[in-house]
């Protein structure tokens, strides 16, 4: 249904301004940011995001009243070679509405959190002037995002696809002559350039699968002609549609940080904690879990690639659980946990359960949010403590990356001893009493990610664990153990955070952040503990009919799908794992809490495999054997042996130099010059002075000389003129 058909019963024509405000916003900024104050700039950033939220409002507004119908505006022309026209037009649905909600709802709160969060980042870091830049890319990253959701294309969506990578990019590596302790240091554009590469991968990935999309599938990127495509293609040459969705799995593994190229999320951390909650919970990550969906038709045309999928989310789910339980960076600890979540997404999808997907990416989003501006709130709070007491550089608790040589500056002045980590959970305890306002809101989005009823991740999560628990047993269990492991890190997170006593001074002295910042998340609070009503679901043991309102507004665009009611003894396994897994936590974490360099009690019992944890199971070091050495060798062979000794000392010194020397001085030079040109010209001048030599002796200056030459010449004259 197009535009023209129903103008009249909606809001469709506002469709462009999804990307148009955020982009008026960041051109404000960027042009007037310098003449505005820091009120100003975060009130036009966030007033862009936010006016970006009403129009998704209203878009899904105008697809309930017209019964869910799939409307395209058209905004501009585009490509048009031959028979192929791709205009850049905008897809109004109840699955990219849902996605418009979701990134322009939770990225103003992320907005309007950023305001309070920067204004102190860049002054402890001493670089005010950076403000402005920072909204300028939280708006460019929030318009990428909307056109990856609202494309009616795949090749608009890869436009937003690779502009949210351009905008992580830039974000990660924002403080990128620095570390996020403010020292001088390369680690923060390190971590973007590995996200980027990461991505670059995946992409090649989503490239190639274009590619045959577009060979086999009509000829075309516009999702309904490949989706009317697909069925006969499947039934003709089934190896086209499984090597399609397989390359797809490859981009989405990149963007939803799936194994094996998950490992750049974590490095994400680098960015201020508002890119990190924007990365994580609303934008760049879901973008894969939203493609599988909105390519739903092909992927069930092939069940062996869905189980596939399946297969790698669920392995992504567990091993990064584990991963998370020996972490001690409170952000690393929710990063991990952020792949492991999507772990349950990309498995939902892969199984066919795309609402059951769709209904955790929109829960995690707003306590997954929720967390990771809290988490930023407890480090600011550390941060004010530290610098309260006049610390500048001094170091009251662990170090993240041990001592520092003395006279090294930052921000302005000396820094000696070692560097004190505010992220580090080893130097926090006792935040509840400090800052209680973080803590209870970090307690509500603790419970809801650990999945404890009846808080929105309950739902959702044992959504996907109902359907798993049905046609996946394998990926049932794997979801059910990571789900265990959630409970357990959350808990130990939360109790060395903040219960037990203050392990540092910047603990003792930490502070409340301010309302800009603490009102955001007490919205992401209640969106974390009501999100769940999104899609109740039916209760067959107490005979009560769930609305499933989530699930009936996605079939308008998945098609009819399977509404499962609440399974009980699911629920039940996962509930009391993740209690049980809190109690564990309990034991031995918050009984006994952590003093100041304790060793973290479950290394000694754990082992080599306590250890492995903490390091990540060494994949970045398998990466760096494996694929990073061989490289930066071979990278080097190419440098030194090839290009430098081979091409330009061989081939461009010695071939085209020396063979160009040797023509210019033996045989242009030496023959063809010298003893060819020079020969010749000298040989004419010679010849001139002979002859001038021999012509000048006629001019002798005697009269008698001169008589007898004019009678000689008469003579000459009369004779020829006889003999003529």
């Known amino acids: 249904m197009h535009l023209s058909e129903t103008v009249n019963t909606g809001f469709y024509f506002l469709a462009p301004w999804l990307v148009l405000a955020p982009v008026a916003g960041l051109l404000i900024n960027a042009v007037f940011g310098r003449q505005l104050s820091e009120k100003m700039i975060g009130a036009v950033a966030s007033l862009a995001s936010g006016a970006a939220f009403v129009v998704s409002v209203l878009l899904a507004y105008s697809v309930w009243i017209s019964h869910g119908h799939p409307v395209s ?6 490509i048009h070679i031959g028979d192929l026209k791709l205009d850049w037009t905008f897809r109004v649905d109840s699955l990219s509405t849902t996605m418009m909600l979701v990134v322009s709802g939770v990225g103003t709160l992320i907005h309007i959190y950023a305001i309070g969060y920067m204004h102190e980042d860049v002054r402890f870091k001493r670089q005010e002037g950076r403000f402005a830049r920072f909204f300028v890319y939280l708006n460019l990253f929030i318009a990428a995002m909307m056109i990856l959701v609202s494309g009616d294309s795949y090749l608009m969506l890869f436009v937003g696809w690779e502009g949210v990578g351009l905008c992580s990019f830039l974000l990660i590596g924002f403080w990128f002559e620095m570390d996020t302790l403010a020292r001088p240091s390369w680690a923060n554009s390190d971590a973007a350039k590995k996200a980027f590469i990461t991505n670059r991968v995946g992409d090649f990935g989503f490239l190639i ?20 495509a697909a069925p006969a293609v499947a039934e003709a040459t089934p190896w086209v549609v499984v090597a399609i969705t397989l390359f797809m799995l490859l981009g989405v593994a990149g963007k939803s940080a799936q194994i094996p190229l998950y490992i750049w999320l974590p490095d994400a951390m680098a960015g201020p904690t508002p890119v990190s909650a924007l990365i994580h919970a609303a934008t760049m990550v879901t973008a894969g879990v939203y493609l599988v969906a909105r390519s739903a038709p092909i992927y069930t045309l092939v069940p062996q690639a869905q189980y596939i999928v399946a297969m790698v989310g669920a392995g992504t789910a567990l091993f990064a659980a584990t991963i998370a339980v ?4 409170i952000k690393k600890v929710l990063a991990y946990s952020t792949i492991s979540q999507l772990g349950f997404m990309v498995a939902a999808v892969g199984m066919g359960a795309f609402v059951a997907g769709m209904f955790h990416l929109v829960t995690h989003a707003f306590f997954k949010a929720l967390l990771f501006l809290s988490a930023g709130s407890v480090i600011l709070g550390l941060e004010r403590g530290h610098h309260a007491h006049g610390h500048h550089g001094h170091g009251d608790g662990h170090s993240l990356r041990g001592k520092r040589k003395e006279g090294r500056t930052h921000g302005g002045h000396e ?37 404890i009823f009846p808080f929105a991740g309950f739902w959702s999560k044992d959504e996907i664990l109902v359907d798993a628990s049905l046609h996946y047993p394998s990926v049932y269990w794997q979801l ?11 808990g130990r997170q939360v109790w060395m955070v903040f219960f037990g006593e203050a392990r540092s001074d910047a603990a003792k002295s930490a502070q409340e952040s301010p309302k800009v910042m603490t009102l955001p998340l007490v919205v992401l609070a209640v969106l974390s503990v009501v999100g769940g009503a999104l899609n109740i679901p039916s209760i067959k043991e107490i005979g009560l009919k769930g609305p499933h309102q989530l699930t009936h507004w996605l ?3 998945l098609g009819e799908v399977e509404s499962l009611p609440l399974n009980l003894g699911v629920a039940g396994i996962s509930t009391a794992l993740a209690l049980l897994a809190i109690f564990i936590s309990w034991l031995i974490y918050g009984r006994n809490p952590l003093k100041t360099g304790q060793v973290d009690p479950l290394k000694r019992p754990l082992g080599f495999i306590f250890t492995g944890m903490e390091n990540k199971w060494f ?3 398998g990466y760096g054997v494996l694929i990073i050495t061989p490289f930066r060798r071979i990278s080097q062979f190419l440098a030194d ?3 430098w000794r081979f091409w330009h000392d061989f081939v461009h010194d010695t071939v085209i130099a020396g063979t160009y020397n040797w023509l210019s001085r033996i045989v242009l030079d030496r023959y063809a010059d010298q003893k060819g040109i020079d020969t010749f010209f000298n040989s004419w001048g010679s010849f001139t002075q002979w002859l001038s030599g021999n012509v000048r002796q006629i001019q002798n200056g005697f009269v008698r000389s001169y008589a007898l030459s004019v009678l000689l010449g008469v003579v000459l004259i009369l004779g020829y003129l006889i003999l003529k």
């Open 73 to 78: 505006v058209p905004f501009a022309e585009w």
């Open 209 to 228: 699968a274009g590619f045959l999309m577009f060979w086999y599938l009509g000829n075309s990127f516009q999702f309904d002609k490949v989706f009317e």
């Open 326 to 329: 020996g972490q001690y960076d």
């Open 415 to 451: 820094d000696h001893g070692e560097v004190f980590d505010p992220g580090d959970m080893r130097n926090m305890g006792g935040l509840r009493k400090t800052m209680p306002v973080t803590f209870w809101l970090y307690m509500i989005g603790t419970l809801a990610l650990a999945g």
């Open 480 to 490: 059910t153990v990571a789900a265990f492991f959630t409970a357990f890190y959350m």
């Open 555 to 557: 079939s308008y665009t």
């Open 619 to 621: 994949v970045d070091e």
């Open 641 to 643: 042996v090839i290009d």
